[in-house]
């Protein structure tokens, strides 16, 4: 009796077991997908590709928070723009920084942090400033460690002596915002603290509180109730980052500060309860000094990103770094890596298992939806209990799934439909030709349009393959195509030639697609259509359309000839008298708004006429070009060269600040053109006499301008040639 009842439960055992077992092939899918779509997820991940929205998720995580209250044991001093017009000087004296040290030292707070760079004494009162740092052991002043964007900052000799400085160094991502906090830096063999850590274990001293190694993990610091564990260069949502020191993320406030102005406490309009046990942060806030950071809050308002001013983002350290601590308010935590990877593997598995039960639209949407708000749910949670865990990983991971186990269902619907069609209409009523191959090749069934298209009656085509009909070549070719829908088991079209009976040819586009039937046999439908005539008309318009490119090119050089007959002069080739005009105009315009000089210099060959007569009008000609091309290679990119007519050129000069820039132009042209010109074996000597008009002295459009010039020209030309002259001049400069 027990004998069988032990039997009787191994065979059920056994049949259960069986069961799952076949339940999770039959469902293997699933489990492939999920496994696929989160290994894709982990290497866009590693790759860096979801970086950025992980940390777009952490800031509005922070931004979503309960608003934090104000932290009573900070206290800043601002120094703002109103403070610096009342000081009208900048930086503040030696003086006045003792001054207002003495001030808050007299309010007796805790700690007094000096986040103004003080390497240097500026004006008068040093020995007053230093006996200010010899008798505040409570000072921290601030150093800027050498780093890759600067040579850093030295930090008062005084302070540092007395061991009372503090790095005040951030670190910041991809996009410019400060989410990590670095405590301590190595610099030749020597360990740093940073300012905000100087600061909260000053104020910490009556607790009795100071960094010591973690228990856990000597290499780590704990302080207080906390362990501040460090940051590595993968953890939470980054990927190679920047770890150098001791960093932690930092576990910003919504929340500011009490803030007072600097001429508030020199004229004694704070209550020295204010500062009394506090931490006094000193540093700037004013617009003009630009001492301003990007953190988790900062959100664009009115079109610009707000920003927080250094010092504050400093009160947010210590802050940070006070509340871990004494409330044990410790940094963001992260999961190590296996512990993301089974997390994002996870929600992949919900993903596709939701897609696969739940295969309605409505219902898959509202699962999905579902999901989706659990995962965001359980990330903001768990962020409010200090853990910053995978949120878009997941969530990816989440769709992608659902959307690859979605398409393989709508892809088996597909193929059903395909095989009912095939059972009920394909073979007998479709006009195009239509062939069934088993797996060796061989044609299983056909309807009649296919027999008359190859030729050959169906008896003689049923269990053969290709190789029995067709020429070796296009056989081959054939069975390639038929062999790559098997294997992969994709739909296919590919375009083929056929030769039939009859030894006509054609060309054919056959679709290929597997279909299974109740037994699980697979078979290869093509379906084929005869596109003979297409491909001739094809080829006909690709021709025809190569005719209208080249008699479209043709119309555009038609066009761009003529445009350029129309503003330049035939000869030399250079801008002619209507494209030197609008020039013109243009470099007035923009002379105009931006106070410059626009210079238009009138040329007239000397002696022109006499080369003319004496060597021809041909060698005239020559002469023009080569004067045309000289004038080019003198001038600058931005200078025009224009033939006015005859032997008359003009040379616009836009953009000129000074007057002796022209002359020494006009000088240049000169030079060059009193050089002989080889022409034909002959050495032709030429020279030119220059008149420069100037905008605004000479006139403000162009047809005063030209003008002037050429009556400035005429004047060189009086008084002796090969010269330049302006309109005003009383005397004439020779070359």
Known sequence: MLLRQANRLKSKSLSSLQQ?????????????????????????????????LELAALDRAFRLRPADPMDERIVIVGINDIDIQNLRDWPISDRVMADLLQKIKSYQPRAIGLDIYREFSVGEGGDELKAVFRTTPNLIGIEKIPDSTSPGVEPPKLLKQAGQVGFNNVVTDSDNRVRRVILYWGVNGELRRSFALKLALLYLQDWGISTQPAPDNPAEVKL??????????????????????YQILANTRSSGYRTVSLTEVLNGEVDPALMRDRIVLIGSTAESLNDFFFNSYSREMNGTVQRIPGVALHANFIS???????????????????????????????????????????????????????LLGSCYLAFLQGWWIPLVPPLLALVGSSGVITS????????????????????????????????QGR?????????????????????????????????????????????????????????????????????????KDAAGNTFLVGVIRDITQRKQMEEELRRTAAELVRSNAELKQAQYHLQHLAYHDSLTG?????????RLLQSLLWAQEHDQLVAVLFLDLDGFKHI????????????????????????????????????????????IPHVQDVTR????????????????????????????????????????????ADLAMYQAKQAGKRQYALPVEVEKRAS
């Open 574 to 582: 250079l801008p002619n008298r209507q494209l030197l005009c609008d």
């Open 612 to 655: 003319n007569d004496t060597y021809g009008h041909a060698m005239g000609n020559l002469l023009l070009k080569a004067v045309a091309q000289r004038l080019s290679r003198c001038l600058r990119n931005s200078d025009t060269v224009a033939r006015f007519g005859g032997d008359e050129f003009v040379v616009l000069l836009p953009a």
């Open 443 to 515: 044609w299983i069934v056909l309807n009649e349009a296919f027999c008359r298209f190859v030729g050959y009656p169906l008896e003689t085509l049923l269990d053969k393959t290709d190789h029995d009909i067709f020429p070796p070549h296009q056989a081959n070719f054939l069975r390639q195509h038929d062999e790559s829908v098997f294997e992969t088991g994709l739909d296919s079209e590919s375009e083929e030639e056929f030769t039939s009976a009859d030894g006509a040819h054609y060309l054919t586009a056959t679709k290929r697609s597997l279909h």
């Open 224 to 245: 207080g109730q906390s362990v501040l564990r460090r940051l590595g260069r993968n953890d939470g949502g980054y990927v190679r980052a920047d770890d150098g020191g």
């Open 408 to 439: 393989y269902i709508a892809y088996l619907k597909e193929e059903l439909k395909k095989s009912k069609e095939f059972l009920s209409s394909v073979i007998h009523m479709i006009p195009d030709p239509v062939f069934v191959k088993d797996r």
């Open 20 to 52: 799952s077992s076949h339940r999770l092939w039959r469902e293997r899918r699933i489990w492939l997908t999920a496994i696929a779509v989160t290994c894709g997820v982990l290497g866009l991940r590693w790759l860096g590709g979801l970086q950025f």
């Open 665 to 708: 132009v006009a000088e240049k042209i000169l030079d060059t053109l009193s050089q002989s010109f080889a022409l034909e074996g002959e050495s032709i000597p030429v020279t030119t006499s220059i008149g420069i008009s100037l905008y605004p002295t000479h006139g403000d459009d162009p047809e005063t301008l030209l003008k002037q």
């Open 320 to 374: 940070q770094l006070l509340d871990a601590a004494l409330y044990g308010r410790s940094p963001l935590q992260v999961w190590i890596s296996p512990v993301e990877w089974i997390w994002i593997l996870g929600w992949s598995l919900v993903g596709a298992v939701v897609s696969w039960r739940f295969r309605h639209p409505a219902k898959l949407a509202i699962s999905l939806l579902g999901s989706s708000s659990l």
